[in-house]
Nanobody
């Protein structure tokens, strides 16, 4: 079993920056890719960013590319999402997710490839 706990959400003005974090426990963290997804009110949950188990490869949704950065610290069992130049349309609940397959070579961007999910943290960007 894996537990994921997000933190760091909040309220920020458009153009500002915010970071969210996710702490993992329960299995070998460094063997699995990690992802961030988000769900805005009235919309389906969507992929935001992901990082391979070793941290060497990342992937981003087009909507956040160049503004968001995903990183991980395997020693601390943490994954981070740094968000810059935030827009009102970035407002959503942000979820941390853990890949269901160890040592995946290609980053998964669909929900069903992620087995464990955090409870989510709210990010609100005001205009």
């Amino acid at each position: 079993q894996v537990q994921l706990v997000e933190s760091g959400g909040g309220l920020v003005q458009a153009g500002g920056s915010l970071s969210v974090s996710c702490e993992a426990s329960g299995r070998t963290f460094s063997s699995y890719a990690m992802g961030w997804f988000r769900q805005a009110p009235g919309k389906e949950r969507e992929f935001v960013a992901a990082i391979t188990w070793g941290g060497g490869i990342t992937n981003y949704a087009d909507s956040v590319k160049g503004r968001f950065t995903i990183s991980r610290d395997n020693a601390k069992r943490m994954v981070y999402l740094q968000m810059h130049s935030l827009k009102p349309e970035d407002t959503a609940v942000y979820y941390c997710a853990a890949d269901r397959r160890a040592f995946r070579l290609v980053i998964a961007i669909v929900e069903y490839e992620y087995e464990y999910w955090g409870q989510g943290t709210q990010v609100t960007v005001s205009s």
